[in-house]
C-alpha cells in the first residue's frame, strides 16, 4: 500500500493526471494491480463495490481488496488537494465492516462474463484498513485511531499539498509515523 500510495503521488499526481478522486481511485488501484503482478500475488481488487452486510446496511468503500473469498483490504480514498480533509464518513465504513463483516454480499450484477462477478464474502481475521488522502497541507493527524478498529489493522497515507511545492507523502501505521 505504502509504495503504491508513493509512486501514485510521486507519478500521476505531480503528473497533473489526477483531478478528482475517481482519478486518484484508477492511478492508485492501477499500481497496486501492477505491484501486484509484480509480486505474483493473485488478488481482485474491486472499485466502489455495492456491499451490504448481514445487517441490511449497504456500504460503498472505494476499493476492496479480496483474495479468493476473504476481504483483506478495505480502502478509502480522499482527493482534496485545496482542503482540510473529510473522514469520519471513511472511518464509519471501517467501523461498520469491522463490526458486521462476518458476512458480506458484493453486488457485481453488471458483469456478464463466468462465475458471476460478485458473491458472498467475509472478512479475513486481520484485515487492513487504509484510509488515504491528498489534502492541503500541513499533514495531520487523522483522529481514525481512535476507532474500535485494532491500531495494528489501520494504515493512514497522506499526501499533504503545499503551494508551489511537491506534497509531503507519510504513513501512519499504530503509533509510528514514517515519511515515504
Not at 483531478?19 to 481488487?45: I, N, P, Y
Not at 453486488?107 to 458471476?116: A, E, I, L, S
Not at 491500531?151 to 515519511?179: K, Y
Request: aromatic share 10%; hydrophobic share 40%; charged share 25%.
Amino acid at each position: 500500500m505504502r509504495r503504491a500510495w508513493t509512486e501514485t503521488i510521486r507519478s500521476a499526481y505531480l503528473d497533473q493526471v489526477i483531478s478528482s478522486e475517481r482519478g486518484l481511485q484508477v492511478h492508485f488501484t492501477a499500481r497496486l494491480m501492477d505491484l501486484f503482478w509484480q509480486d505474483g500475488v493473485k488478488r481482485r481488487v474491486f472499485v466502489e463495490p455495492k456491499m451490504q452486510l448481514d445487517t441490511g446496511a449497504r456500504v460503498h468503500p472505494d476499493l476492496l481488496i479480496c483474495n479468493a473469498r476473504a476481504i483483506i483490504g478495505v480502502v478509502e480514498l480522499k482527493y482534496q488537494p485545496k482542503m482540510r480533509p473529510q473522514y469520519e464518513k471513511d472511518f464509519a465504513t471501517f467501523e461498520s465492516l469491522a463490526v458486521h463483516g462476518t458476512g458480506i454480499e458484493i453486488f457485481n450484477n453488471r458483469y456478464r462474463g463466468p462465475d458471476g462477478g460478485g458473491g458472498r464474502f467475509a472478512m479475513s481475521a486481520d484485515p487492513m484498513y487504509v484510509w488515504a488522502g491528498v489534502y492541503r497541507g500541513p499533514a495531520r493527524d487523522i483522529p481514525g485511531f481512535e476507532t474500535r478498529i485494532d491500531r495494528n489493522q489501520l494504515l493512514v497515507l497522506h499526501a499533504a499539498t503545499n503551494a508551489d511545492d511537491s506534497p509531503t507523502i507519510t504513513a501512519r501505521s499504530g503509533s509510528r509515523v514514517t515519511e515515504l
